[in-house]
């Protein structure tokens, strides 16, 4: 192969999105995440099959007590040359990371304290705001949005994911499955300030209350992460250490498998 053609092919695979979705696995395995390209699910709404982009996978295990915990995460890669925008809403009652809705819990009884523990490294308490909508700057009005079918389309993994694997992990205390789109471009929240300026700050995330219904898929929402490609890593570190703390909380209460 000669080396104008592997540039373009180089070029090409750039372009296309799929060099950013094998970064985007590199991130996960290199924070110690199982990761695998693509992850098939039954689209109910289509009644056919379809794929993201890559499933992440993550457990924990507390040593003394037994007690173990993981994480899924079913991700969209998206790529984009034109900034995206999310619109901030700091008004965030009615937003419970205890209540995450993709959360499995072996026993009832621990829910609570599962719940309480996630609040305690909440990514909107943290923030102080969730994202309320997208915009995909210069996009012209014709086209169709990128990020609302990646949206759908994680969530609609997920439901498949929490259906068939669940109860398949024997031995888990809790896992939680999560719906994330990885943005590999410059991401944007817009506000307005006391003055009613607009207000524009380059963020590495945004956390949104996705709502999706349709006659097959009723549940009233899901929390959904956007995440720059660049802010991968910390976005993982921060997962990490959510469950961390759900394993210690659980040491507290005599919680033992």
């Known amino acids: 192969m000669n080396a104008e053609l592997q540039e373009r092919l180089f070029a090409d695979l750039r372009t296309s999105g799929f060099y950013s979705e094998m970064m985007a696995i590199r991130a996960c395995r290199a924070a110690g995440w199982e990761c695998r390209g693509g992850f098939t699910y039954f689209d109910r709404d289509e009644r056919t099959t379809r794929e993201c982009d890559f499933e992440a996978v993550r457990k924990w295990r507390d040593l003394r007590t037994g007690n173990r915990v993981a994480a899924r995460l079913l991700g969209q890669v998206k790529k984009s040359e034109k900034p995206w925008i999310v619109f901030v809403d700091r008004a965030t009652h009615g937003f419970d990371d205890g209540l995450e809705t993709l959360l ?143 394993l210690r909380a659980l040491h507290r209460n005599g919680v033992r498998r």
Request: glycine content about 6%; overall charge negative.
């Open 104 to 246: 499995h819990v072996t026993e009832e009884e621990n829910r609570w304290k599962v719940g309480a523990a996630l609040r305690q490294r909440s990514p909107v308490l943290d923030d102080g705001w969730t994202a309320s909508g997208i915009h995909e700057a210069f996009k012209k009005p014709t086209d169709i949005s990128r990020w609302y079918s990646a949206f759908v389309s994680v969530c609609k993994a997920c439901e498949t994911a929490y259906e068939t694997n669940v109860e398949n992990e024997a031995g888990l205390v809790a896992q939680l499955i999560k719906p994330v789109v990885v943005l590999d471009g410059l991401l944007m929240a817009a506000e307005l300030g006391d003055d009613a300026e607009l207000v524009l700050t380059e963020t590495d995330h945004a956390r949104f209350r996705f709502e999706y219904r349709s006659d097959r898929y009723d549940r009233a929402a899901y929390y959904l992460d956007l995440v720059t490609l660049t802010g991968l890593p910390r976005y993982l570190e921060g997962t990490a250490d959510r469950m961390n703390i759900i």
